[in-house]
Structures are given as C-alpha cells and as structure tokens.
C-alpha cells in the first residue's frame, strides 16, 4: 500500500509545476519530494511527470491521477478536522488570487476580520489583473470578473460589476462632449492593456438591446486599473472604467460620466473553487465572509 505521503508530495507538485515549489509549500526538500513521487511512479508502473530542468508537467496517466488525488485528499482534510473539532475553527494557509485593486479595496478588510476571528489562520494573498490556474498553482480561493467560462471552476457570484465611460471636465470643454455612440470615434482613449494578450480591452457598450465593442486609438495604454482614473482625471482621454473605481471622483465632479444610456449590462463577479473536492473549513468561512459583498450591492 502506497503511503499517505507519497500522493500528497505528488499532489502538491502536479498544484505548483515545480519540485521546489511544492517542497517550500509542504516543507520539506525538492530532493525528497523528488524521491517520493519517483517511488510512487516506480510502484504503480506508470510515469506521472514530463521533466525539465526548470518544471514539470503531467503526463496523460498524471493528469488521471491527480483528479483522483485531488477528491480523495480532500476529504481526508475534512475528516481530520472532523476528527479534531476542528471544522468551525479553521487552520491552515488560506491561498487566495484577487484582482488588484477590487481586492485591496473589499475583499482584504474581510480577510483581515477572518483573520482575527480565526487566528490560526495563515493568509497567502496574490493581487493581480492575470487570471491564475488555480488547480497549478495551490489556490484555495480566486475571485473573478465577468461570466465564467471554465467548467473546471465551481462559481459563487459575490458581486456585480459596472462598467462607465468618464473623462475629466478639462478634456470635455477642450475636445467636446460626446452624446452619442457616432461621437466616441473622435476622441482619445485611455485604454487598459490586458494582462493575458497585451492588447487594449476593447470599450463594451449597448446600440439599444445590442452589445456591441469598439476598438478606439488609444492616447495611453496602461496595465493597472486604479490608474486608469488617474489618467481620465488627468485630461488624458475617455476611459471606460469600474464604477467603484471612479465612484467618488464623479460624486465630486472630478470626473463625468458619459452615455450611461450605452453602457453595457453589469457582470458579475463570482468567487470561484476548484470543483471535484470538497470545500475545507477555510475556504468554507472565507466564502461566508465573501457573501457580505453580495449583500451590499449585486444589481
């Protein structure tokens, strides 16, 4: 009978694409995660990894596995904690992927009061606009925005986000306001470059029920969605934005909204697990902590 051990070693290293990763994770040595998973192949008679010498990828008969591993091993979490008492006081690293400024601005205060009402706790925190392989690299936890598309993924909608065209008072009285869809073709845009192509993410608006995208010059591309205001208030374009991003700036006039009759439906933003495994307590009551979103503003 194979050890306990021997799966978890593999496990972790099918998670993270890497022998050192995964022994920084579980603690030990790459050496001896190296071993381990030689030992498990050598046992079952079936090569689990490609190897490289900079990471590993699964082989067909890998891949099997690991779907396996990852039910199995999860529930032999749950029924520890069971076992220990432990299922309403969470342990363990919670590991979580957020967008960078939705996160910083909602999700960690709520991480920070999960954190003091459960201090053994410990919180991995990744804040980025690229989307993660959640299953590669460890995440227990992800938030996401827009309709989901990967079936791999269980999706709990958390919030609803709202997109809104705004350029500064400065850059209307010197370029003109735009009041129709015609008029934006004329303009300077300040375009977000998006993380997974390099490209400017194309404007998302509505001609009446129909979606449509427009694919404007841009004045200044820019990877990170908080500047994208910056740059808007500077007089530097028209930039289609978050609204909680520019929220107060167009409270206080800083900012105009422009054509909110064109803009598009609102998303969702749904916090998403790897499905096939059972949820562990600490992803458990950081969900419970995310509902509070949902509860204060999904349109």
Not at 34 to 40: C, F, N, P, W
Request: charged residues 25%; proline residues 6%; glycine residues 8%.
């Amino acid at each position: 009978m194979h050890g306990v051990q021997q799966f978890v070693a593999f496990a972790q290293t099918a998670r993270r694409g890497s022998f050192a990763a995964a022994a920084r994770d579980l603690g030990s040595s790459p050496s001896t995660l190296a071993k381990s998973v030689a030992r498990l192949e050598h046992s079952l008679g079936v090569k689990l990894f490609h190897r490289t010498t900079r990471q590993v990828s699964l082989t067909a008969d890998g891949e099997r596995l690991f779907h396996r591993c990852e039910r199995v091993l999860a529930e032999i979490e749950d029924l520890q904690a069971d076992a220990a008492g432990t299922r309403t006081a969470p342990t363990g690293t919670l590991r979580v992927d957020l967008p960078t400024f939705y996160g910083r601005r909602f999700v960690l205060p709520l991480l920070a009061a999960l954190q003091r009402d459960h201090p053994a706790l410990t919180l991995e925190v990744r804040l980025q606009d690229g989307i993660a392989d959640l299953v590669r690299d460890g995440i227990d936890l992800a938030v996401r925005m827009g309709e989901m598309r990967d079936s791999t993924l269980v999706a709990r909608r958390i919030d609803s986000q709202r997109l809104v065209m705004v350029a500064s008072p400065g850059y209307l009285r010197q370029h003109g306001t735009p009041t129709r869809l015609e008029d934006l073709s004329g303009h300077r845009a300040v375009a977000f470059r998006l993380p997974s192509s390099g490209r400017s993410r194309p404007w998302q608006l509505r001609k009446g029920r129909r979606p449509i995208e427009m694919f404007p010059v841009h004045a200044i591309q820019l990877s990170d969605t908080e500047a994208l205001g910056t740059a808007a208030r500077l007089g530097m374009g028209l930039c289609q934005v978050p609204d909680y991003i520019v929220h107060d700036d167009i409270a206080s006039g800083e900012l105009v909204e422009l054509l909110p009759g064109n803009q598009p439906e609102p998303m969702p933003i749904n916090a998403v697990v790897p499905s096939g495994r059972l949820v562990p307590p600490r992803v458990r009551v950081a969900l419970a902590a995310l509902d509070s979103l949902r509860e204060r503003r999904v349109d």
